[in-house]
Nanobody
């Protein structure tokens, strides 16, 4: 059974940093064979859930939406089986609940929430100006 647990959310000032963790069980965040997608999504009040960053678990390639490119980075700790989202230069518009997702098909789009079979419960990020 796949379980995803996010942590690391909280409050930050604009320009600050936070690191989110997605701890996975029953699912490998890095693999030597053909992988699939993991991703971070976020959902702000009154808005749809949007893809923020995607990760190919086989190649280790990262993808980012334009709004966060250059500010957010992804990394995977194979030993701990955690996918990290490092968020720098935070802006108030980054405030949202952030969700980890796994088991997305490579034939689909990493940013499409319909592509994923497993989700974490979410962690709140609040950025003040």
């Amino acid at each position: 059974q796949v379980q995803l647990q996010e942590s690391g959310g909280g409050s930050a000032q604009a320009g600050g940093s936070l690191r989110l963790s997605c701890s996975a069980s029953g699912y490998r965040v890095r693999r030597d064979y053909r992988g699939n997608y993991m991703a971070w999504f976020r959902q702000a009040p009154g808005k749809e859930r949007e893809g923020v960053a995607g990760f190919n678990t086989g190649t280790g390639t990262s993808y980012f939406t334009s709004a966060v490119k250059g500010r957010f980075t992804l990394s995977a700790d194979n030993a701990k089986n955690i996918l990290y989202l490092e968020m720098d230069d935070l802006k108030p518009e980054d405030s949202a609940i952030y969700y980890c997702a796994a088991d997305g098909r490579l034939g689909g789009n990493w940013w499409d929430r319909r592509n994923y079979n497993y989700w974490g419960q979410g962690t709140q990020v609040t950025v003040s100006s």
